[in-house]
């Protein structure tokens, strides 16, 4: 996860927008995703965004692509307690292979 | 539709123990398959992946081995466990074309080694 960088922590307000921050090292990269893993969990897939593309809304989520400064965003608009979760990004850094961030933990606070 | 099966979800092993853990995945065929392990507080890491039968790939040096005797099954193993190989250990699966690049991932086993 070292290519991938992600803080660690975010609290929020209950029916506030989140926003986690991602960058990324590999310009190549096809593809990049943001996973959910709920406490006991796997991973699973949130949303992802093709490298040709800035932005892409899917309903609550919303997810920005600055390719040039590699960064990437995760927005939830009025978070919701069920959105307490810890949040990866990813890369594709082959056809095969993704890399993971380390994290970021999002509590989400009444 | 495709679904991945880990096992099992728990377990807890004394030193020098052997481990066996088990992926199954179904619903497609000739997936890329992959074995992860997450520490308390960090990311993940990448063990193994596999792209075909037989063909295992390791990313770190350890105390762990990988084996897919089948096309949809992957294995995790150990012949003696160390303290250090406690984590929650995931498996995925991906297409691993090009435009299909998404991993999807087991619910995970969390070991304990005591």
């Known amino acids: 996860g070292e290519d991938v960088e992600q803080s660690l922590f975010l609290s929020v307000r209950e029916g506030d927008s989140s926003v986690i921050n991602c960058t990324y090292t590999?310009?190549?990269?096809?593809?990049l995703y943001w996973y959910k893993q709920e406490p006991g969990a796997g991973l699973q897939l949130l949303t992802y965004i093709f490298s040709n593309m800035d932005m892409k809304q899917d309903q609550r989520l919303t997810v920005l692509l600055n390719k040039k400064d590699k960064h990437l965003s995760l927005r939830i608009a009025d978070t919701q307690t069920g959105d307490s979760a810890i949040y990866f990004c990813a890369e594709s850094i082959s056809d095969y292979k993704l890399s993971f961030g380390a994290g970021t933990t999002v509590t989400v606070r009444a | 539709s495709q679904t991945i099966h880990q096992w099992p979800a728990t377990l807890v092993q004394p030193v020098g123990s052997p481990l066996s853990l088990e992926c199954t995945v179904e619903?497609?065929?000739?997936?890329?398959l992959y074995w992860y392990r997450q520490a308390a507080g960090r990311g993940l890491q990448l063990l193994f992946y596999?792209?075909?039968?037989?063909?295992i790939s390791s990313e770190v040096p350890q105390n762990l081995s990988a084996s897919r005797p089948q096309d949809r099954q992957f294995i995790l193993s150990s012949k003696k466990l160390l303290l250090s190989d406690s984590g929650f250990y995931l498996c995925?699966?991906?297409?691993?074309?090009?435009?299909?690049?998404?991993?999807?991932f087991g619910q995970g086993t969390r070991l304990t080694v005591v």
């Open positions: 590999d310009s190549s990269s096809t593809y």
């Open positions: 995925a699966w991906s297409a691993g074309t090009p435009m299909n690049t998404e991993a999807f």
């Open positions: 596999s792209v075909g039968i037989g063909q």
């Open positions: 619903g497609t065929s000739n997936p890329n």
